[in-house]
């Protein structure tokens, strides 16, 4: 079985013997990222783990404020108790995450979840006004940064100039969210998502594994073809179920080619949140929307922020060719909210 380094606990050579000690261990690893930085033999070698007889892990500390990785040992079986930590489950300090759709609705309160976790955000879609609002609040939290690039992912010129500019901003990022989805038939190389995970694999992805998010919704789960109180009547929905759906396959199939990577990609469903796309519903029909949830009420901007927070930070780090449902029960009950 191979894993990333932020789950290693022995490395093993090919001639069987293992590599003992902290310093070896850092030395291994950085003669071979420097070497063969994207040679997938040489990333191997030194992430082979074996389980039985394991009694000391060296872990990729991600709560660290140092720019470099920085590793700790344990030794034990089962893991420490410090492994648990909230500060290191969900740390996000130091690490850069690029979401799409980020000026507004969910992909604002991904990046507000970012940033006051003293992440690094780069936040990209068409409205720049919208994008520089959002970015003067996230600052003036005081707690990470965020910054922003306008740009329309609606083409493949589009996708490519945004890379262009995002990597003159970062030369790596950490966990990439497409909350602005747009797809067509391609060989991968030919996809132009693949210039942006490109930028998830540089500088040796093992040490410092991605995450991709693509933003989906319970609309790709369902056949209901009406509104169900969002928008007006007569305003199905149709095309936008099928989207989601094609979201969610896109997700598994991406996650697939990317795990040689140490890159995981996963789904997240959302059921009714505040957003510009619910604002009619919510205005004209908030108690129906409600009373659909077996919850009571709609998600929340925390909602949202603790289930993108586990899937991109170590917590969520087996977790790949998932989808995760946070819609308050809404798609699996049929009678909706009852009061006990």
């Not at 901007?301 to 170590?314: H, K, N, Q, S, Y």
Request: include cysteine; hydrophobic fraction near 35%.
């Amino acid at each position: 079985m191979h894993v990333p380094l932020c789950a290693l606990t022995q490395h093993q050579r090919p001639g069987g013997s293992t590599v003992e000690g902290l310093e070896e261990k850092k030395e291994a690893i950085t003669s071979t990222t420097q070497s063969e930085p994207h040679s997938t033999s040489s990333r191997k070698r030194y992430c082979h783990i074996n389980f039985t007889n394991c009694t000391t892990r060296t872990i990729l500390d991600l709560s660290s404020q140092s720019s470099k990785p920085e590793y700790r040992t344990y030794t034990g079986w089962p893991l420490e108790t410090t492994l648990f930590r909230s500060t290191i489950f969900l740390a996000s300090r130091g690490r850069v995450a690029v979401i799409t759709g980020g000026g507004s609705g969910l992909g604002e309160m991904m990046a507000k979840a970012w940033v006051v976790n003293s992440g690094h955000v780069i936040i990209a879609s068409r409205k720049e006004q919208a994008l520089s609002k959002v970015c003067q609040e996230l600052n003036a939290l005081g707690t990470g940064k965020a910054d922003y690039v306008v740009g329309d992912v609606s083409s493949k010129a589009g996708c490519l100039a945004l890379c262009a500019e995002i990597k003159k901003k970062v030369n790596k990022i950490h966990v990439l969210v497409n909350n602005s989805g747009v797809s067509w038939g391609a060989p991968y190389d030919n996809v132009p998502e693949k210039e942006l995970t490109s930028l998830l694999a540089k500088d040796a992805t093992n040490l410092d594994p991605g995450r991709v998010i693509v933003v989906s919704s319970v609309a790709g789960l369902t056949s209901k073809a009406e509104s169900s109180g969002l928008g007006a009547e007569g305003h199905g929905l149709w095309s936008y179920n099928a989207s989601k759906a094609a979201a969610i396959s896109l997700s598994n199939n991406l996650a697939v080619t990317l795990a040689p990577k140490f890159i995981t990609v996963n789904a997240i469903c959302p059921g009714v949140y505040p957003s510009r796309m619910t604002a009619y519903g919510l205005k004209k029909q908030s108690d129906l929307l409600n009373s659909q949830h077996p919850m009571g009420r709609i998600g929340t901007p925390e909602d949202m922020a603790g289930v993108f927070l586990f899937l991109t930070t170590r917590a969520g780090a087996h977790i790949t060719a998932n989808y995760i449902l946070t819609d308050g029960g809404s798609l699996a009950s049929t009678s909706g909210y009852t009061k006990l």
